[in-house]
């Protein structure tokens, strides 16, 4: 028997600190522990659940939870293996942050490929979501800067590059940790002098300007990201802060940091303060946000340009405050992104509208301009608008406004971010993402017996499923012609199996494997009565 | 799975003829709610439950035999369904009678089946149906009790005492449950008009099924531990259940 490293059980949420679900969690203090675990999933280990790896959970979602099957908490893994700081290649541990990548290598010269809004994720999950940053544009998404990984699958571990296997590469590129546990990668860093940014920041009334200004000016910036105002409606519908930069050479530095190479090259993250406990549900209201959102847009200079920004105030300025998560109450939030075609502009102002419309208070709003893609089959970005919102969960329209939004940016040709989503329905998840077939297809490859399972896969019919041995739920259920009526069954007189297609080619795994059902018959003494 | 606005892509009912049940799928269908499992006894009532939950859209629609009185069956019943159909999101405990009670004060064995359909059995069956949640690390145990259990009266203490232990066995699970993924909602409607109470005067406060099943929507959504339909009956029984006793005894029927 194969005795798997002792997890306990734990209850875990996605950032957005929405639906629980409990499960056991392996912390991998060794490669070793990946292993094991992955052996015990396989030979249907935590009641055939199976696993799924986790680093810092800033996955919005339902990503890196694994309900009733086992996680395996990959931050552990965190060493650096190999520098060459010629070429600014260095191989680290999956479970390694953005933090100490760039604590260690901006001052030595060399900064992350890509950065989202945080440094608190790990190569591992920047490579399982394909993160983008606001240097999208130019430089493309994470899994472009990565030269190779080591991938954990049920079938075996393998070494991966973009030319050993293209397929499987570019398939755990942004494949949400569903093709295996990733171990350890390469990463091509970019080079930088300072950890310093030259900014240009400036205010726009409007949305059409705000659009206009980033068709037309953004090539010219390494990063641009757009703020905006999600509350002021009419002809401010859309005003927005335009902030764009590039990385300094010590000589674009003001004197006091020029003439000290160490300052300007210093990297010292600090949490500023923290919200220490979790208030109501409801501190961020319309008022509360609309104040906020007056003060925001009203502090920013109307027009400045080539100022020195500090990497940590530029790229992550939420990351001053821990735990920021917390200020949406005990219900949670949610992000909804979304990526449009550069002509879909239209659907981005809809958007907005809808939200201003419904008084639903967008603390973060944030759009952005995506270059080309990358070969990834389910790689969120694709060239266009990305508008990105922060919504607290229990406004009552929510459910009914987002799949209204959902049903708007497919038919536009777009999709939601699979890192941020904690409520898309199935059925549109596969208009939204047409190569998703293709992606299966090579996932079913390496884990024929569906091992690699996530509370997000479950609720989106990523991955087969060992339990009831049954098909992924039918693509285009809501859509689809309606089965016959009903099949009155008698569950007592039936077999558990007698649901499932027979012979099915996908390899599923034996019965054998199945829940446990020895335990469950030992009956609790629901006759003895204590009188 | 439960998605972040709270709204399930299976369900399964314990009594899957009651109307309030009926309502509340009749709700979460149109979401995200994709599996129907009706369980209750075989009959037209059962069926035409699964018709409607088809007719309101659901994918798979199935109906299982499950009697609540038929307490040595319960943890076959429900391993096999849930063995059958994978992962169960919400599961909604609505079996239950009435009763008689001018007829059922005088026959002990008839006042017993009631206390055994209402309390006795649902709980049971709550027990298999929490340890396969506790297994799938989620769920949502939707327990149908009444203010009828918040005090008992003259007029009803058989029924009243029943759903009193039903309420209270949901209460001490939830917090059985605590920490597991899986939880306990208990919903305590008023005078529900409906089949159940066919011929009766309505109580203050009447409710119908559609009114009880938008506030256990509303509850699963919020993740509340009890729902009140109507709401205001929460604050009406904290003051009748601190009502002197000779008061409380003139109660009409």
């Known amino acids: 028997m194969n005795a798997g490293p002792a997890g306990h059980r734990q209850l875990l949420t996605g950032w957005g600190r ?13 490669t070793d522990l990946v292993d094991q675990a992955m052996a015990q999933a396989v030979s249907g280990g935590a009641g055939g659940r ?37 070429h600014g290649l260095i191989t680290v541990g999956a479970g390694i942050s953005l933090e100490t990548l760039m604590e260690r290598f901006v001052p030595l010269g060399w900064f992350v490929p890509v950065t989202p809004g945080t440094r608190q994720v790990t190569v591992g999950g920047a490579i399982a979501a394909d993160i983008h940053g606001k240097n999208h544009h130019r430089d493309g998404a994470f899994c472009s800067h990565v030269t190779r990984m080591t991938l954990v699958t ?21 494949g949400m940790g569903l093709t295996g546990v990733i171990t350890d990668a390469t990463l091509q860093m970019i080079p930088v002098e300072t950890s310093y940014l030259l900014v ?7 949305l059409d300007d705000v659009m206009d200004k980033m068709l037309t000016g953004d090539d010219g910036y390494r990063y641009s990201v757009a703020w905006i105002d999600c509350q002021s409606r009419g002809r401010r ?77 530029f790229f992550h300025p939420l990351d001053g405050v821990g735990s920021w998560n917390r200020l949406y109450g005990s219900r949670g939030f949610l992000q909804y992104q979304f990526v449009v075609a550069d002509d879909q502009g239209e659907t981005v102002r809809r958007v907005i509208e809808r939200l201003v419309e419904l008084r639903l208070a967008s603390f973060l709003a944030v759009l952005k301009r995506f270059g080309p893609g990358d070969p990834g ?20 329209h929510l459910d009914r406004l987002l799949d209204d939004l959902d049903a708007e940016v497919a038919s536009a040709g777009g999709r939601v971010y699979l890192a941020k989503d904690s409520r898309v329905s199935p059925s549109t998840l596969r208009v939204m993402y047409p190569r998703l077939g293709e992606w299966q297809a090579v ?44 099949r009155p069954t008698k569950a007592v007189a039936k077999k558990p199996s007698a649901q499932k297609p027979a012979g099915a080619p996908t390899g599923k795994r034996p019965a054998a494997t199945k829940v446990p059902t020895t335990k469950s018959t030992a009956t609790p003494s629901t006759k003895e009565r204590t009188t | 799975m439960i998605d972040a606005i709270g709204r399930p892509q299976s369900v399964l009912v314990l009594g899957g003829s009651s109307e309030i049940a009926q309502a509340i799928v009749a709700k979460l269908v149109p979401t995200r709610c994709r599996t129907v499992i009706l369980a209750g006894r075989d009959g037209p009532k059962l069926l035409a439950a699964a018709e409607q939950a088809a007719a309101v859209g659901a994918d798979t629609v199935e109906t299982v035999e499950f009697d609540a009185a038929d307490i040595e069956h319960h943890r076959q019943v429900i391993d096999r369904t849930f063995d059958q159909f994978g992962d169960i999101d919400l599961v909604i405990v609505a079996a239950g009678v ?54 008992a009266r003259k007029a009803n203490f058989i029924y009243g005492s029943s759903k009193s232990g039903l309420d209270a066995f949901a209460q001490g699970l939830g917090d059985s449950l605590h920490g597991s993924g899986a939880s306990v909602m208990i919903v305590r409607p008023g005078f529900v008009v409906g089949r159940m109470t066919e011929g009766m005067d309505p109580a203050p406060f009447a409710t119908t099924p559609e009114a009880v099943a938008d506030a256990v929507v509303k509850g699963i959504e919020s993740n509340a531990a009890v729902v009140y339909a109507p709401p205001v009956l929460r604050w009406v029984f904290t003051v009748m259940k601190h009502l002197p006793r000779v008061v409380w005894r003139k109660m009409p029927g």
């Open chain 1, 377 to 396: 089959p389910i790689s969120f970005p694709v060239p266009g608008w990305t508008l990105a919102l922060d919504l607290p969960v229990g406004h009552h």
């Open chain 1, 237 to 313: 519908l859309g005003r927005s802060v335009l902030t764009r930069g590039d990385h300094a050479r010590l000589e674009d530095l003001p004197t006091r940091l020029r003439s000290n190479p160490d300052k300007a090259r210093s990297f010292v993250p600090r949490t500023l303060v923290r919200v220490p406990v979790t208030p109501p549900s409801g501190l961020l209201n319309p008022l509360t946000v609309g104040a906020f959102n007056e003060f925001w847009f009203r502090k920013s200079p109307k027009h400045q340009v080539g100022k020195a920004h500090h990497m940590t105030g």
């Open chain 1, 154 to 174: 049920p079938t075996g571990t393998v070494e991966l590059t973009p030319a050993s296997d293209p397929e499987l590469f570019w398939a755990t590129a942004g």
């Open chain 1, 443 to 486: 996932r079913d490859r390496v884990d024929p017996a569906g091992v690699l399972r996530s509370d997000l896969g479950r609720r989106l019919g990523l991955s087969p499923d060992p339990v009831t041995g049954d098909e992924r739920p039918t693509p285009d259920a809501a859509r689809s012609p309606r089965r016959p009526a009903t």
């Open chain 1, 18 to 30: 929405t639906a629980p679900t409990s499960a056991e969690v392996v912390h991998a203090v060794h």
């Open chain 1, 50 to 86: 199976g696993l799924v790896a986790r680093g810092l959970g800033r996955s919005y979602g339902d990503a890196a939870q694994n309900a009733g099957g086992t996680v395996v908490d990959l931050t552990w893994l965190d060493a650096v293996h190999h520098v060459d700081l010629q």
């Open chain 2, 98 to 151: 009435l009763g008689d009670q001018s007829v059922d004060e005088h026959d002990p064995e008839s006042a017993a089946d009631v206390l055994t359909t209402n309390f006795t059995g649902p709980a049971a069956a709550m027990l298999a149906v929490a340890d396969r949640l506790r297994r799938q690390g989620y769920g949502r145990l939707v327990v149908l009790s009444s203010v009828a259990g918040e005090r």
């Open chain 1, 200 to 206: 240009d920041t400036e205010r726009a009334e409007d």
